[in-house]
């Protein structure tokens, strides 16, 4: 018996090399799309909005919490001139929060132009963020 499950847990074909043609960029395994069908025989499908998921361990609730604010991103998180040290704790933190928040929404607002919904949310699961392109 024990032959018996041998021989039906090994593969008939030895496993084959991955296809590497396929453009692994497209893999996007943090990230969740929500469709409407249009009618239920029709196989077409609108976006309605992206969800994208960030890990709640680097992106903390209190990370976006400070880090959510009307700012210029460019300005004040890309190029900012100096950034503080560990001889000040909270504005360290709040840079921290900033730079993990700016890049979080940037990425999420990349994937809704590049999809096309109108909407979209930022998830860590303790921390929703909604996000509107108008």
């Given at each position: ?32 799309y929500i469709y409407r069908s249009d009618n239920a025989s029709s ?20 990370h976006l919490r400070l880090g959510l604010r009307p700012m210029n ?47 979209g949310l930022l998830t860590t699961g303790e921390a929703v963020v ?5």
């Amino acid at each position: 018996m024990a032959e018996e499950v041998v021989d039906r847990d090994t593969p008939s074909t030895p496993p084959s090399t991955p296809d590497h043609r396929l453009d692994l960029n497209q893999l996007r395994p943090d990230q969740i799309y929500i469709y409407r069908s249009d009618n239920a025989s029709s196989t077409r499908r609108t976006m309605i909005y992206i969800s994208e998921y960030k890990t709640p361990h680097k992106l903390t609730a209190p990370h976006l919490r400070l880090g959510l604010r009307p700012m210029n991103i460019y300005k004040e998180v890309v190029n900012r001139k100096t950034i503080p040290t560990s001889v000040d704790p909270d504005a360290r933190f709040q840079y921290h929060a900033e730079k993990l928040t700016a890049a979080a929404i940037t990425q999420t607002y990349h994937y809704m132009i590049e999809g096309g919904p109108e909407y979209g949310l930022l998830t860590t699961g303790e921390a929703v963020v909604f996000l509107k392109i108008d």
